[in-house]
């Protein structure tokens, strides 16, 4: 293949569920002339209460699959399976650009002297040597707080984001942290911008809420730069959705979460 054509294939997008979406959005915003295959895995969510040998298993297929059809890109758009697989991926295919997403602790820690800084993300990731590492690296200038939360992810790929059960759920889980002078979110899950604002109602409007999505869209962008393999068209590009669930909802799902409008919680980026 030559690497005019490889400029023109669509970049990879690959999530266990909607949460993927969030990442999208935010390449959309940084790379719009590009093409992109979104794959959601809603089929086999959660990811983040599998063992990690089941995630790099399906992380391994759905990039084997991605580049059989030409992708010229990953962006692995879950923390979950960045934690357990991308390593390794990018030893398997040392030549394609393959681009995970970590929690985003290093601007929450940044925000304020010694701020307190409460980690949201999967039992996977919380367990996980790559948040402990990040932990390890920035808790001399905050106090960090990792909390699992396991079973928010369903709600959104219920396209619930707004419901009194959503808020049950949140009130329980971070009733206690409210007391704790929370100053910084991080939403180390990507499913979780999506219920950002519920989060914030429920924790009190001035905690600051961090995401990952805007630092892994120009990373993915300053990678592909790199390598020459931007797309050098200037019209609008495609993105083509694409579930594992026969579910025919759930490509509805992902379409209606990646035009939404959010105007009424701002995320620090
Ligand atoms: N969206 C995923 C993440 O960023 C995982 C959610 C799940 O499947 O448990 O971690």
Redesign the pocket.
């Known amino acids: 293949m030559s690497n005019q054509l490889l400029k023109e294939n669509p970049i990879a997008v690959f999530?266990?569920?909607m949460?993927?979406i969030s990442v999208l959005r935010e390449l959309l915003k940084v790379m719009p002339n590009e093409d992109f295959v979104f794959y959601g895995d809603s089929a086999n969510?959660?990811?983040?209460?599998k063992t990690r040998e089941q995630v790099r298993a399906l992380t391994f297929q759905h990039a084997k699959n991605f580049f059989e059809q030409g992708c010229k890109a990953l962006v692995v758009?879950?923390?979950?399976?960045t934690t357990a697989a991308v390593r390794d991926l990018r030893l398997m295919y040392p030549d394609i650009p393959i681009v995970g997403?970590e929690p985003a602790v290093k601007p929450a820690v940044l925000s304020k002297e010694n701020p307190t800084v409460l980690v949201l993300?999967?039992p996977?990731?919380i367990k996980g040597e790559k948040l402990h590492r990040l932990i390890a690296k920035y808790d001399d200038q905050a106090n960090i707080i990792p909390l699992a939360c396991p079973g928010l992810?369903d709600f959104v790929e219920r396209g619930d984001i707004d419901s009194d059960e959503l808020e049950k759920y949140l009130q329980n889980l971070l009733s206690i942290y409210r007391q704790k002078n929370i100053d910084a979110i991080v939403l180390?899950?990507?499913?979780y911008p999506f219920v950002a604002k519920k989060i914030s109602e429920v924790m009190g409007n001035n905690v600051a809420i961090f995401d990952g999505g805007a630092g892994t869209a120009r990373e993915a962008k300053r990678r592909l730069q790199v390598k020459g393999l931007l797309n050098p068209r200037t019209e609008k590009g495609k993105v083509y959705f694409e579930n594992s669930s026969s579910d025919p909802k759930m490509i509805e799902l992902e379409k209606t979460l990646c035009k939404m409008k959010f105007d009424d919680i701002e995320l620090n980026k």
Do not use: L
């Open positions: 999530d266990s569920g949460g993927g969510a959660p990811y983040g209460t758009a879950c923390n979950t399976a997403i993300a999967t996977m990731t992810m180390g899950c990507t499913h």
